[in-house]
């Protein structure tokens, strides 16, 4: 709500309104424009595999500067004919999801493209640490031996991934809670276009309490 109110003041100021935060939320709800947190239901992670599994080292990392850690998740997206899957890559200093893909199977190829997505658009990757939960696509030898040729550092969720991976299973909430990827679209096609609208809006538009009410578009440039 607060930053709500942030993003609309020039706009009210222009127009010599005053509002505050109780009777936003009143005329919010009165007009039926509150989002309700729903619970989730599609099971993205098995992470009982053969595949090695990395060590948690950003437990006690100071994140500084974009760049230096990326994590990535999957989490659901419903259709009428089912569910797709939506793999997200975002920077954990700016908050920016800076790769993603949206494909109909939890297999490996969504995550290696959103992977190979995101490496393609940074400028500078060196010092780089990849965290992720221990789900098979993450450690798989095709994914693990893209970070590997690329020089990044490999980190792993270890006891509670929802813990220790918590930035993304925030970003997912976000884009469901916030920009409506939590509706049952038509087909994939439908599903991608939203996705990508929400992503767009993420990135340039949403702004973070934790970012001092600035976009992570804006927090990225200037740090990346």
């Not at 994140?63 to 990326?70: D, E, G, I, K, L």
């Not at 939506?86 to 954990?92: G, N």
């Not at 980190?155 to 997912?172: D, L």
């Not at 990508?196 to 990225?220: C, F, G, Q, W």
Request: net charge positive; glycine share 4%.
């Amino acid at each position: 709500m607060r930053k709500l109110i942030k993003s609309l003041d020039i706009d009210f100021n222009k127009v010599n309104i005053k509002v505050g935060r109780d009777t936003l939320f009143n005329v919010l709800r009165k007009h039926q424009m509150l989002t309700l947190r729903k619970k989730t239901s599609a099971r993205t992670t098995n992470s009982y595999h053969r595949f090695y599994k990395y060590n948690n080292i950003i437990k006690d990392l100071e994140v500084t500067r974009a760049n230096q850690v990326w994590v990535s998740d999957i989490t659901y997206i419903r259709t009428v004919k089912g569910f797709c899957y939506l793999a997200l890559i975002t920077d954990m200093y700016s908050r920016k999801i800076v790769g993603y893909d949206l494909s109909n199977s939890l297999e490996l190829k969504g995550c290696v493209r959103a992977l190979n997505k995101a490496i393609y658009k940074a400028k500078n990757i060196n010092g780089l640490i990849h965290h992720s939960d221990r789900g098979i696509q993450y450690c798989s030898n095709v994914y693990t031996q893209i970070l590997k040729r690329k020089k990044i550092d490999i980190s792993m969720t270890e006891e509670n991934h929802c813990y220790e991976n918590a930035m993304a299973e925030r970003v997912n909430g976000i884009l469901k809670d916030e920009f409506y990827l939590d509706q049952t679209f038509n087909n994939v096609a439908h599903a991608k276009r939203a996705a990508k609208n929400a992503i767009n809006l993420y990135n340039e538009i949403r702004l973070h309490l934790s970012l001092d009410y600035k976009t992570p578009n804006m927090v990225y440039k200037l740090s990346a």
